[in-house]
């Protein structure tokens, strides 16, 4: 007969084994109900013998309470950025810094990865147990994510080791695992996610801990923190990993300098059968003591940079051009395309944002294109294959009539873009409650487009002030919407009635408005109230006080506070409780910055909220656009043609996000 306690070892041993084959080495052993009936004995076990319900428990992976504050985690070390490389070039400069550093005679050998697309995290077990887990933050100080990583299957809770261990790596969603979890989303009438990052990137921060585990989430780790007392080198630290078996990438390459690149163009070759997403390749000296040589920079180590994929481009075809309504009623041509797999997605549509853009393009319906992703996430047509013309192509003009609503369609003067002239469009309308929605604006949570096309279609609602007058009852009645779903967009968008005045601004979508005016101006103008109390001199006066705020914009701003349906619209939100004050401002911060202001554009390697943030701390001022008065534009992947035009006119200073660390890095 064994003892409870030998049954629940038994069963542990069998629970983790079928986790590290299923989430590590991606081959399963056990059918998803085998898994569970497993499961199942194990929790009937621990309810008779509590005592052997441990927090290393395949059972404690289901989540606790949720959080109801964000705790912050100071680390001894930071976890630094890399940086970045986009060409060859870069490369060799690379390679001869690495030279260069080290002593006479010494060569170095490297170790050469895939660099993970997802949220970078820092895990700690003592005496073989996770006591800790916290995200990146600003590689100082990281926000708990203890209870949340309990839940991630793949990461085991106990391993025998028995010293203090500090390991990094990401948490990422593997492609065929985002497909399931969007089907899931759109059945809830939730807004799919638009890449496996952003999808790992939310979910490891949510607060509830049960909510965590629903997400299909896995954790590669790359490096060992006390690598250097426990191993001569890098490689041997990944290879203690597997077999300590956590989970890791299991995808390194050993090279002299000489050999680097071949290995990073097979990388780039095969990247799109790999499960998880990867946008380049990141580049190690392997010896931990010529690390120590080699040094750190205040933002990078020496001894490692990340070479950047170009994004991945397709050919297709053309099958139809359609017209796109947005917010503000910009008409914007849509390339329907034949389905081609594009950077781990099926692509079948692409933006091709005016009809200038069209003709300058000289796209017709039947061309064959090439496509790319903008920052692997937004299909854009780059250019059409003329070689592929049979003469059956088909021109494609511009509407005279808006083709959702009839309305009559006008050229704005000074803009490329043609808009339909009436704001009471169906489309006009979705699309501004779903931008209301955002994240960066009033982030109701749970009101996803094919949810927002119902309630625009079904006149339930036709402003974004509708929003707050829903009942359970009548978003329950809609499709694939249940009572519970229901009940958690009414509390989504009864949450965002506290959201400061500023994120309000934003998301009524006043021209020339965007995040970092909006919060200007809500400084300014204190409450919704006074925006709609005050006459026009007043407001003039308010708004030439704003630093930054030329003619233009203040015209804008005045023709959207006097305008009869928007004044309408602010009295309803005021007459909702939808008017939370801005807060007072706190002194702008000195430092090395004090006096300088940037533009953030482009693809960077951070959110460019975080950029934007790093700049403020060193006492930056910072620019919705290119102004007169804008010291640097900072360029990021994808810069527009018109931001660099811009910077050009006024005698801005054009930098790289690197060249940006630089001056962030004189702190």
């Not at 209870?147 to 390991?167: Q, S, Y």
């Not at 390459?253 to 290995?263: F, K, R, S, V, Y």
Request: overall charge neutral.
């Amino acid at each position: 007969m064994t003892t409870p306690a030998q049954q629940h070892e038994k069963l542990v041993a069998e629970l983790e084994a079928a986790n590290y084959r299923y989430y590590v080495l991606d081959d399963p052993v056990l059918t998803d109900r085998e898994f569970d009936d497993l499961l199942t004995k194990l929790r009937e076990l621990e309810s008779k013998h509590p005592e052997l319900a441990t927090p290393t428990s395949p059972t404690q992976r289901v989540g606790g309470a949720a959080r109801t504050e964000v705790k912050k985690i100071k680390r001894d070390v930071p976890m630094l950025s890399l940086d970045n490389s986009y060409s060859k070039d870069d490369l060799v400069t690379f390679f001869k810094r690495v030279r260069e550093g080290l002593p006479k005679g010494q060569t170095a050998t490297f170790v050469i990865e895939p660099k993970l697309d997802g949220a970078s995290i820092e895990v700690i077990y003592e005496k073989g147990v996770v006591v800790q887990a916290s995200t990146r933050g600003d590689g100082t100080i990281g926000e708990d994510i203890t209870e949340n990583l309990r839940t991630i299957r793949g990461v085991p809770l106990k391993i025998a080791h028995e010293d203090r261990l500090t390991l990094r790596g990401e948490v990422v969603i593997y492609r065929k695992d985002l497909e399931a979890l969007n089907e899931e989303r759109a059945q809830e009438g939730l807004e799919p996610f638009a890449n496996p990052r952003n999808a790992a990137a939310g979910s490891v921060r949510m607060m509830d801990p049960r909510e965590v585990a629903r997400r299909p989430l896995r954790v590669m780790f790359y490096q060992v923190v006390e690598g250097e007392t426990m191993f001569a080198t890098h490689s041997e630290s990944l290879k203690w990993l597997e077999k300590m078996k956590l989970p890791s990438h299991r995808r390194e390459h050993l090279t002299d300098e000489d050999g680097a690149w071949a290995i990073i163009e097979k990388l780039d070759k095969t990247r799109a059968t790999y499960p998880f997403e990867t946008d380049g390749a990141v580049i190690k000296v392997d010896s931990f003591a010529q690390r120590d040589i080699l040094g750190f920079t205040s933002k990078f180590p020496k001894w490692a940079i990340a070479y950047k994929f170009q994004a991945e481009r397709a050919l297709t075809k053309v099958l139809d051009i359609e017209i796109g309504i947005g917010r503000t009623g910009a008409l914007t041509p849509v390339a329907v395309l034949e389905p081609v797999e594009l950077a781990g997605t099926t692509v079948s549509r692409a933006s091709m944002h005016n009809a200038d853009q069209v003709a300058r393009l000289d796209v017709k319906i039947g061309d064959h294109v090439w496509i790319e992703k903008a920052g692997e996430v937004i299909p854009q047509v780059l250019e059409v294959d003329k070689s592929k013309r049979t003469g059956k192509e088909k021109p494609f003009a511009m509407p005279e009539k808006c083709p959702v609503c009839g309305g009559k369609v006008v050229a704005v003067e000074g803009e490329a873009a043609t808009r339909c002239s009436n704001p009471q469009c169906p489309a006009q309308v979705k699309a501004q409650i779903f931008y209301f929605a955002r994240r960066f604006a009033m982030d109701i949570g749970h009101l996803g487009e094919s949810l927002v096309e119902q309630l625009v279609d079904k006149h339930i609602v036709r402003d974004v002030a509708d929003l707050y007058t829903l009942t359970v009852d009548q978003v329950a009645g809609l499709e694939r919407m249940g009572k519970k779903s229901a009940e958690n967009v009414v509390k989504g968008v009864t949450a965002s009635k506290s959201r400061t005045l500023d994120r309000l601004l934003c998301g009524l979508g006043i021209p020339l408005v965007g995040q970092v005016a909006a919060r200007q101006l809500a400084e300014e103008v204190g409450e919704l109230a006074h925006l709609v109390q005050w006459n026009e001199t007043e407001l003039r006066e308010h708004l030439e006080r704003v630093r930054g705020f030329g003619p233009t914009m203040i015209d804008s701003v005045v023709d959207f506070a006097k305008d009869p349906d928007q004044k309408k619209l602010l009295r309803k939100l005021l007459e909702l409780g939808v008017s939370t004050p801005q807060p007072v401002a706190a002194p702008p911060k000195v430092g090395p910055l004090t006096g300088k202001s940037f533009c953030v554009t482009g693809v960077l390697s951070k959110k460019r909220e975080d950029v934007q943030d790093e700049l403020r701390d060193a006492g930056a001022t910072i620019h919705d656009s290119v102004k007169k008065d804008t010291t640097y534009l900072v360029a990021g992947e994808k810069t527009g043609a018109t931001k660099i035009a811009q910077a050009k006119k006024y005698g801005t200073q054009v930098i790289s996000e690197a060249q940006m660390n630089e001056l962030l890095s004189a702190r």
